[in-house]
C-alpha cells in the first residue's frame, strides 16, 4: 500500500510556517486583550492563563509524550490493540485527573481567596483545565499519525482567531475571568476541530480492534517522561526567573524580552522535533536503523543551517528589535546574542533529545535534563547579581551546552545513532 505519509522535510516546513504564523496572532491576541482588559486585568488573565497552562501539565504528566511515541511505534509494529487501549486508558486517566486537579484548585481558591479580579481569573482558569488538556492529547495523536498541520492548525492558528472574534463581541469592559472563559470557549472550538481530524485520519484497524493494554509499562513511561519534560520546561525559563530573584527587575525584564525575541530562531527546532517524533518511533519500531540514522543526518543539517541564517539576523539586529519593548531594554543585545548562540548550538544537535524518548531511552532524557537544569541553576545564582542579564544568558548557554554534549552522547552510547550535524555512517542499533 501507497505510504501517503508526507516527508520529514515537509512536516517541518509546515510546522515552523504555521508556528510562526502563531507568533503574530498572540501577538495580536495579547494586543487586543491588554487594551479591552488594561494593565490590571491583562495581568489578571495572565495569572488566570498561567494556571490552566501549569495544572493541565501536571495532570497529562507525560502523556502527550507517550501518545506521540505510541501512536506511531504500534502502528509500525502492527498492534492496534494496543493503541486503540492506550487511547482509552490515557484519555480517561487524563481527563479524570485534569476535573480533580481543577476542582480542588478551584476549591481551594474559593476558600481562601479573596474576591478579587485575580482570585476569579484563577478560579475560572482552574475551570478551564480539562479543555487544555484534551486539545493537548488530540494533537499529540494526530502528530504520531504524521498528520501535522491537522495536529497544530487547531490550536496554533484557529484558537486565537476564535479568541479575538470573541473579545471583539464581548467588547470593553470584560472582566478578566470572563477572558479566562472565552480563551475556555475557543479551546472547545479546537478540541470538536481536533476529534473531526482525528476521526478522519485513524486507521480503521484501530477503530475495529478490540483493545489491549499494557499498564504498568505505560505507567512508568509516561511518569519518566513527564519528569524529562518538566525539567526541560524549567530550565528554559529558570534564568529568566533568577534574574528576578538574586538580581533585580531591570535585569529579568531585560532577559525576559531577549528570551521572547530568540523564540524567533527556536520555533525552527520546535518544528523539527514535532515533526520527528513519530518518525523516530515509526523506524526505531520497525528496526530500521540505516534508514533512521540518514534522516536524523538530514533533519538536523537543515535546523542547523536555518537556525543559523536567522540566529545572525537577530544579533546584527539586537539593539533595535530589544528598543521595540522600551528604553533600557536595548542594554540587553549582549544577552540576546548569548541566547542566539546557544539557540545555534541547540540546532547542531536538535533531535537528540526527542531520539532518547522516542526509542525508549526516556532515562536518559532525565538525566541530560536534569544535569542542564542544575548547571543553569549554579551559574546563574553566581553571574547574575554581578552581570544582571549578560550573568543569566551565560549560564542558559552552558547548560544548553551541557544538555547537548550528555544527550547526544547517550544516543551514540546506547543508540549507535548519531545525532549531531557531523552525522555518521552508524546503521543504529534498535
Known sequence: MEDRRPPVSRGVLALTTIRGSALGLNLLT?????RVLGLAGYGAYIVGMGLATIASTVATVGGPTLLVRDTASYLALGRPDLLRGLLIRITQAVVGASIIVGAVAALLLL?????????RALVAGAAVVPLFSLAI???????????YAAAVTPNTLVRPVVLLALVALAGSGLPPEDAVLL??????VVIAIGIRQLVRHLPVSVREATPAHDHRVWARA?????????????????AVTLAGVVGSATAAGQLGAASRIVVVVLVITWAANDAFQPVVARLYAAHQGTVLQQELTRLTRRTFAASLVVSCGVAVLAEPLLSLFGTGFEAGATALRLLCLAAVIDA??????????????ERGGVLTAGAGLVLTVVLALVLIPEHGATGGA??????TVVRNLLASGWTWSRLELDSTIRGASAAGRP
Request: proline share 1%; net charge negative.
Open 394 to 399: 551565560i549560564a542558559h548557554l552552558a547548560g
Open 137 to 147: 492529547l488530540l494533537q499529540s495523536v494526530l502528530l504520531g499519525l504524521e498528520r
Open 30 to 34: 495579547s494586543l487586543a486583550l491588554g
Open 111 to 119: 476558600a481562601v481567596g479573596e474576591d478579587s479580579n485575580v482570585d
Open 348 to 361: 547542531a544537535a536538535p533531535a537528540n533529545m526527542t531520539v532518547l524518548l522516542m526509542s525508549g531511552e
Open 183 to 188: 480563551h475556555g470557549a475557543a479551546m472547545t
Open 222 to 238: 509516561a511518569l519518566v517522561m513527564g519528569l524529562s519534560r518538566g525539567l526541560t520546561a524549567i530550565w528554559a525559563s529558570v
